[in-house]
T-cell receptor
Framework: DVKVTQSSRYLVKRTGEKVFLECVQDMDHENMFWYRQDPGLGLRLIYFSYDVKMKEKGDIPEGYSVSREKKERFSLILESASTNQTSMYLC?????????????FGAGSRLTVL | KQEVTQIPAALSVPEGENLVLNCSFTDSAIYNLQWFRQDPGKGLTSLLLIQSSQREQTSGRLNASLDKSSGRSTLYIAASQPGDSATYLCAVQGPAGTALIFGKGTTLSVSS
């Protein structure tokens, strides 16, 4: 089975801290995504990547950056965490190209910024 | 811009009932449509994927249909069970390789 692993299930950080959320997939997927999920707003795309060192902004990239130095790893970075970034963060991956490719999600990382 | 809507937002049914969850999208130029299940505090699990050239997909008690021309999909759950209680999300993918756009989900509660 495809596995997408998010390194931290729960994090509590203070305002202004730099936060790293790590995501690793083990099926050689080209495409990787970071979403955040908030009550009433659903899933919103932050950033995605089609390949190593490539990144594209999603709908809400402000306050975030990403890094993809290796194909299997896609990191989300909050340069200076703020309380409005308290949320559930979901990483996902899929193969590129065919319309038959299922999007596979990690278990999520719940971040609280105090 | 593509928008995905799911109605109803919440649904409560007794065990054993057959039910239908609805998903509509504004742009019919989709690559595929996927249905996911999410348990509280967890990630999303893929249930069914329908490619744009297909009309339906089935997995066990689940059947998903797709009508691109009308911008609609339905997820049919037969003989519902308490273990089916979860939030169900649909998502559409535009041109190949673009990110999925999600609806806000329908939260299903099946009582025994």
């Amino acid at each position: 089975d495809v596995k997408v692993t998010q390194s931290s299930r729960y994090l509590v950080k203070r305002t202004g801290e730099k936060v790293f959320l790590e995501c690793v997939q083990d099926m050689d997927h080209e495409n990787m995504f970071w979403y955040r999920q908030d009550p009433g707003l659903g899933l919103r795309l932050i950033y995605f990547s089609y390949d190593v060192k490539m990144k594209e902004k999603g709908d809400i990239p402000e306050g975030y950056s990403v890094s993809r130095e290796k194909k299997e790893r896609f990191s989300l970075i909050l340069e200076s965490a703020s309380t409005n970034q308290t949320s559930m963060y979901l990483c996902a991956s899929t193969h590129r190209g065919s319309g038959a490719n299922v999007l596979t999600f990690g278990a999520g990382s719940r971040l609280t910024v105090l | 811009k593509q928008e995905v809507t799911q109605i109803p937002a919440a649904l409560s049914v007794p065990e054993g009932e057959n039910l239908v969850l609805n998903c509509s999208f504004t742009d019919s130029a989709i690559y595929n449509l996927q249905w996911f299940r999410q348990d509280p505090g967890k990630g999303l699990t893929s249930l069914l994927l329908i490619q744009s050239s297909q009309r339906e997909q089935t997995s066990g008690r689940l059947n998903a249909s797709l009508d691109k021309s009308s911008g609609r999909s339905t997820l049919y759950i037969a003989a519902s069970q308490p273990g089916d209680s979860a939030t169900y999300l649909c998502a559409v993918q535009g041109p190949a390789g673009t990110a999925l756009i999600f609806g806000k989900g329908t939260t299903l509660s099946v009582s025994s």
